[in-house]
């Protein structure tokens, strides 16, 4: 495998690391652990928490689409393996789904917040909560996919 190709897996590997690794922190220690606050500290810890962790999925995002469009381009591009084309669709219809918590929900929360409206704010982050799921399991999928292609 030549340097670059090692390089940029390696920075494609880092960047599913932080995104998987840290919505599995999120949903299952800090979800349940702040699960008995009243939501007057619940919600607004969750947007600060959200705040900095998308900045982090944002960047984790860039690193894995630029590094994953050049591996898929060394690995044939249109010709490559069909499990590559599965885990760039797949990771694709995961980065939707991140763009839609970032721009869509994460600004509820925010508004939520601000005024005050604690059940409004809950149910955005019950939203975040489910489409976190389905990005936590796609994003498995997905592994599972990358690995797969060992084999063709
Ligand atoms: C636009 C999206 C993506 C593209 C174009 C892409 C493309 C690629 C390519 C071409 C490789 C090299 C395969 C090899 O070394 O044989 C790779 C490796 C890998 N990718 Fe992706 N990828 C994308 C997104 C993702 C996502 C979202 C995940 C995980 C959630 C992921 C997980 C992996 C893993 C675990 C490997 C290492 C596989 C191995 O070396 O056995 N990729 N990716």
């Given at each position: 495998m030549n340097k670059a190709i090692e390089a940029a897996l390696f920075l494609h590997l880092l960047g599913v690391a932080v995104w998987i690794g840290g919505m599995v922190f999120a949903h299952f220690c800090l979800r349940p652990a702040l699960g008995d606050l009243a939501p007057q500290l619940r919600l607004p810890l969750w947007e600060s928490v959200f705040a900095r962790f998308f900045n982090w999925v944002a960047a984790s995002v860039l690193v894995i689409l630029l590094t994953g469009g050049f591996l898929l381009m060394q690995f044939?591009?249109?010709?490559?393996?069909?499990p590559l084309h599965a885990m760039a669709g797949l990771g694709i219809v995961m980065m939707l789904i991140f763009g839609h918590i970032r721009f869509g929900v994460f600004p509820r929360i925010r508004r939520a917040v601000q005024a005050q409206n604690w059940p409004d704010g809950a149910r955005a982050v019950g939203t975040v909560r489910r489409l976190v799921v389905i990005n936590l399991v796609l994003g498995v999928v997905t592994i599972g996919t990358a690995v797969l292609s060992r084999g063709f």
């Open positions: 044939g591009g249109g010709h490559a393996a069909w």
